[in-house]
């Protein structure tokens, strides 16, 4: 029952360095009320160190890392590196040599939390959006020809696998079992003819192989309005890595702010460890004052330990963040209040005891 898990932690850039203690607090709260333990191990890589050694991560960082656990992470970039940089340096590698393949993002509109959106009420937005997280239009393939002269071109490949595409999309449909068995599936069939046609074919398939649930897919572009205009339409919303990663950002904006927004990377066969980081970035307009919101990645947490095992200890901190936030007494300025990091870290920490 009570084991001791080794978590790495990378708390990167800019607000990554102020959130990622409020979440460690809020799962040392929640190890000690439900008995099992956390060892930390923290890893100082980030646009800073590429500064200062010109590279994200140490060659061997990606070895270093596999003993653990599960990767802890704040967020990496900041203004004067360029942001490929920062990203492939560490980030999509991480992802990708540890087989993350699922990027998991919630979308929940929580009580206390104002959402943009007329007439929308806790309980109306409740869904999730899984991202392909290893392959598709993030891809090294590609060039460019003729720099530098009027014939300059640059080309990028996307890359559809059979394997990446049927896996994302099962864990999709296994992951809507436990909910309303019903998913969507993000699509470009119409302009992008060779690989979104194939896409959606996977997506047929898959879909026979799940009999008795609820099956539609949209064009991204009117995707993005049914978030806005429908989002109780939706319970799994699956989509590749590009359209993923949009949908991933329009969600939780459509449920109030960026900063309470939590996301998985996950290896589902736990061959690697899984990485666990809020959805928001470095955030470098608000860094150094103390005002980041810590819900993201104290959230992120909570999936954390639902990975790990953890689940009564996960719901705890997920009751937790709700509670805080209904009761709406300690608010950081982007949910309109004045509280500071470490103030609305402690308020969640306490209801989590
Ligand atoms: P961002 O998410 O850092 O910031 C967007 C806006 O949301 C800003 O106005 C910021 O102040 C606000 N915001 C974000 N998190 C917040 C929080 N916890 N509390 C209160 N307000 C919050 O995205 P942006 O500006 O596009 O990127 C900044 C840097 O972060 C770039 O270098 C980018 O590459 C990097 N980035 C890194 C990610 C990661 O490490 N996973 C993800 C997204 C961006
Ligand atoms: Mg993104």
Redesign the pocket.
């Known amino acids: 029952m009570s084991g001791t898990y080794r978590v790495a932690v990378i708390a990167?850039?800019?607000?990554?360095k102020e959130?990622v203690p409020q979440g460690i607090a809020a799962m040392e709260a929640a190890a000690s009320r439900y008995g099992f333990a956390f060892q930390w191990r923290e890893f100082d890589w980030s646009?800073e160190t590429y500064a200062k050694t010109g590279r994200m991560m140490p060659e061997d960082g990606i070895g270093q890392l596999a003993p653990y656990d599960a990767i802890f992470?704040?967020?990496?970039?900041?203004?004067g590196?360029p942001?490929h940089i920062?990203?492939w340096g560490l980030?999509i590698p991480l992802r990708r040599q540890f087989q993350q393949y699922i990027n998991l993002r919630p979308v929940r509109l929580l009580d206390g939390v104002d959402t943009p959106l007329k007439n929308r009420k806790p309980g109306d937005i409740d869904f999730y959006v899984v991202r392909e997280n290893n392959e598709g239009e993030y891809s090294e393939i590609g060039g460019r020809l003729f720099a530098g002269t009027e014939n300059e071109m640059a080309m990028q490949e996307a890359v559809f696998t059979r394997r990446g595409c049927d896996r994302v999309m099962r864990y999709a449909f296994e992951l809507a079992k436990t909910r309303k068995k019903h998913v969507t599936s993000a699509t470009k069939s119409n302009g992008i003819i060779h690989t979104m046609p194939y896409w959606d074919e996977r997506f047929a398939a898959i879909a026979g192989e799940y009999p008795g649930f609820t099956t539609d897919q949209y064009h991204i572009d009117i995707l993005t309005a049914h978030f806005v205009r429908h989002p109780d339409w939706f319970d799994v919303v699956v989509g590749s890595n590009l359209f993923g990663d949009i949908l991933s950002d329009l969600g939780p904006a459509v449920v109030g702010?960026?900063?309470?927004a939590p996301s998985a990377n996950i290896n589902p066969e736990r061959q690697y460890p899984s990485m666990f980081?809020?959805?928001?970035?470095?955030?470098?307009?608000?860094a150094g004052r103390g005002?980041?919101?810590?819900?993201?990645?104290i959230w992120s947490g909570a999936m954390m330990l639902d990975h790990l095992g953890e689940r009564a200890a996960a719901q705890a901190v997920e009751r937790a963040i709700a509670e805080v936030l209904a009761d709406g007494g300690t608010r950081?300025?982007?949910l309109g209040g004045n509280a500071g990091t470490k103030e609305l870290g402690a308020a969640v920490a306490a209801a989590i005891r």
Request: glycine letters at 18%.
């Open positions: 990167g850039d800019g607000i990554g959130v646009c992470l704040g967020a990496v970039g900041y203004p590196i942001d920062s990203l980030l702010s960026i900063g309470i980081e809020p959805v928001h970035g470095s955030a470098p307009d608000i005002v980041a919101n810590p819900i993201g990645q950081t300025p982007d």
